[in-house]
């Protein structure tokens, strides 16, 4: 089983870019497929976007569509999240997520989680 870590989280203002990264320990990282999740305080861990093993096929919810792109470099065992345009209501802690099922898009089909790196967006 892999385990994650998560970085490049930290205070931006809103308009701003942040790139999160996500490490993969272990060697068989080709073989599962990604995502990234965030929690708002009081709310729930939710879904933000996912992509395959090979990273042909990426997914994003609407809310962050056109503003983050999900990727990932299976030499490198590392899967990114590049966030552009940021916006108050995407301060959240940021989750790195693995899983062995062909995609990821909810908190029950994770196999493992990284420890979370903390974004926030002022206004």
């Known amino acids: 089983q892999v385990q994650l870590v998560e970085s490049g989280g930290g205070l931006v203002q809103a308009g701003g870019s942040l790139r999160l990264s996500c490490v993969a320990s272990?060697?068989?990282?080709?073989?599962?497929?990604m995502g990234w999740f965030r929690q708002a305080p009081g709310k729930e861990r939710s879904f933000v976007a996912n992509?395959?093993?090979?990273?042909?096929?990426?997914y994003a919810i609407n809310s962050v569509k056109g503003r983050f792109t999900i990727s990932r470099d299976n030499a490198k065992n590392t899967v990114y999240l590049q966030m552009n345009r940021l916006e108050p209501e995407d301060t959240a802690v940021y989750y790195c997520a693995a899983a062995t099922t062909r995609e990821i898009t909810t908190v029950g089909e994770v196999d493992t989680w990284g420890q979370g790196t903390q974004v926030t967006v002022s206004s």
């Open positions: 272990g060697r068989t990282f080709s073989s599962y497929a």
């Open positions: 992509i395959g093993r090979s990273g042909a096929v990426a």
